[in-house]
């Protein structure tokens, strides 16, 4: 310890005996150094250059450890100064380890369940008298209204009273449950909302299929229009027309807005309209009667030159297969009219037939009207044919062949879906057409307002 | 050219016979000319009943061309539909399904 400094003194002695002037700066420093670590701290001290032996550097250090033990503050320090440095969370610390004891009662608060379990006796004084004109707030809000939102807040504290009363926890859960719910319920509702309207078109479908298998027999009804023989898949195939009719029938009433609108433009012949609306729900008499009056229709000649009651009958079933064909072509001046004759014998025959029962008289009123393929009456009253589905086929195919669908034919059910859409397409550009016109005070439709209507 | 040949041909024809005969020679003439004429009358009559008024002369064909253009969107539509659920071919529950808003887009 001291042979450094000794030697050290003598090295550094040496120059002051020589020059006392200069001597003293080493001195100094070393003694400066001192000082200054004492004061400042550790950092000043160069170690390497006044310790060159390892037994120097030890003392150093073992020094400069009693130095900073004693400037760094102790645990006695901190807590001299324990005022000046305490934070708001001290504070509180200080707060909660005062009334620790006592804490519980928040646990039990926050947790509603575990709160069941281990209310204790303190807290439950302290809650009784917290929570009474709580209690009487809650219950003043039940009487008023279940006002959910209002619940919720309160949820917590009041649910322990009430379990201990009784079990009014249901209500706040249920609310929560609830909403939770109707969050989920129409996830979960979908699928079945979704079924459900599968089961529509389910549906749907099933008359579309209804008029699937007749489909198949639809080419045989367009057989029986031109072979006699085809009258027997003719009336294997009515009752599934007559799915087929219910849905035309729908449409009809769509179009025609109901058969009012009939009576108030022709009364005379349109009183047959009007049944002709009711006649879909009695279907399943045609169908029991159907096969008697098809028996019957065995001999059309026969019905035809009895023109007394069956006379419709007649008009419709008999006619419209066979010679309604060549007549509608006539009138129409369309080549293909194979397609719509087949439509008006599907459509027809129950009508007839449920005219036939309901309304016998209706006769005389369908001889006036003429025995086309399948008229529609518009919602002015006036009569127009349907479309031909040849006519759509032509332009669907036509369109379809630029939508890059790989397979361009079209299956019957989409050709009815297409002839029932360009129906409605034509009703409702009718209508467009005819407001244009009248709105325009004209008493024709111009070319001008097929334009505004496209450009629209 | 030889269409309208035919045509005016015809026409020679038509003049000298009867209006009926007339109607049936031009039909046959268009049937020949490879012109697959659109049922014009009942159009003319399909949108008289619903509009309630006459048509003027050629509104007719106008409406057939709009008919054509709903005919193509909604087939076009249909068909991304059907693309959509895989089929090959145009189902008609796809129709179905694109008809309303087809219909929608044509409305005046």
Redesign the interface.
């Known amino acids: 310890m001291t042979t450094p400094s000794a030697h050290r003194t003598p090295s550094r002695s040496e120059p002051p005996p020589s020059a006392h002037s200069v001597h003293t700066p080493l001195d100094r420093t070393g003694a400066h150094n001192a000082l200054n670590s004492v004061r400042r701290g550790t950092s000043q001290q160069p170690p390497s250059r006044n310790a060159p032996t390892p037994h120097g550097r030890a003392a150093r250090r073992q020094l400069m450890d009693r130095r900073t033990a004693i400037f760094t503050p102790g645990k006695k320090r901190r807590k001299s100064q324990n005022d000046q440095r305490e934070d708001a969370m001290d504070v509180l610390r200080h707060l909660g380890k005062a009334l620790a004891p006592n804490s519980q009662v928040i646990h039990s608060s926050s947790s509603m369940d575990s709160s069941d379990g281990s209310p204790e006796s303190t807290d439950k004084k302290r809650k009784d008298s917290k929570k009474k004109p709580r209690l009487s707030v809650w219950e003043e809000d039940d009487g008023l209204d279940d006002n959910f939102p209002l619940d919720r807040p309160r949820f917590s504290l009041p649910i322990d009273q009430d379990d201990d009363e009784e079990e009014d926890l249901p209500p706040p859960r249920l609310s929560e449950n609830y909403t939770v719910q109707s969050v989920e319920m129409p996830r979960r509702a979908d699928p079945e909302r979704d079924q459900a309207r599968l089961s529509m078109?389910g549906g749907?479908?099933s008359d579309?299929f209804g008029t699937l298998p007749p489909e198949e027999g639809g080419e045989g009804q367009r057989e029986s229009d031109f072979f006699d023989e085809g009258l027997y898949e003719n009336l294997m195939n009515r009752p599934a027309d007559d799915e087929y009719n219910r849905i035309d029938d729908d449409t009809i009433r769509r179009e025609t807005m109901g058969g009012d609108d009939f009576q108030m433009g022709t009364p005379g012949g349109m009183d047959e309209p009007s049944t002709f609306a009711m006649s879909p729900p009695i279907i399943p008499d045609p169908e029991l009667t159907a096969p008697i009056l098809e028996e019957a229709t065995g001999g059309f000649e026969l019905d035809a030159g009895s023109d007394g009651e069956p006379a419709p009958f007649e008009d419709f079933d008999d006619r419209e297969p066979f010679e309604d064909i060549p007549g509608g072509s006539d009138?129409?001046?369309?080549?293909m009219n194979d397609a719509p004759s087949d439509r008006e014998g599907s459509v027809d025959p129950t009508n007839d037939l449920t005219e036939n029962i309901t309304a016998p008289q209706d006769g005389p009123g369908r001889d006036a009207m003429p025995a086309r393929k399948k008229t529609r009456?518009?919602?002015?009253g006036?009569?127009?044919?349907s479309?031909?589905p040849a006519?759509?086929k032509?332009?669907?195919q036509?369109?379809?062949q630029?939508?890059?669908?790989?397979?361009p034919?079209?299956?019957t059910?989409?050709l009815?879906?297409?002839t029932?859409?360009?129906?409605?397409?034509?009703?409702?550009?009718?209508?467009?057409?005819?407001?244009?016109?009248?709105h325009a005070k004209?008493?024709?439709?111009?070319?001008s307002?097929?334009?505004?209507?496209?450009r629209? | 050219m030889r269409p309208t040949m035919v045509l005016t041909f015809n026409a020679h024809a038509i003049a000298s016979s009867s209006p009926d005969k007339a109607d049936e020679q031009l039909l046959r003439t268009m049937a020949v000319a490879g012109k697959k004429a659109y049922p014009k009358a009942t159009l003319k009559k399909i949108v008289k009943a619903h509009a309630n008024l006459n048509l003027k002369k050629n509104a007719d064909v106008t409406i057939y061309l709009n008919y054509v253009l709903f005919m193509e969107t909604l087939v076009k539509e249909a068909a991304i539909d059907s693309k959509l659920y895989g089929d090959k071919k145009l189902a008609s529950r796809s129709v179905k399904k694109v008809t309303r808003d087809t219909l929608a887009k044509f409305k005046g």
């Open positions: 078109l749907r479908m579309v009138e129409e001046g369309i080549p009456i518009s919602r002015h006036v009569e127009y044919p479309l031909p006519f759509v032509k332009v669907a036509r369109a379809l630029s939508s890059g669908l790989s397979n034919r079209l299956s059910d989409t009815d879906a297409l029932q859409a360009s129906e409605w397409f034509f009703e409702q550009l009718g209508d467009d057409l005819g407001a244009y016109a009248s004209r008493k024709t439709v111009e070319e307002d097929v334009v505004t209507l496209m629209r």
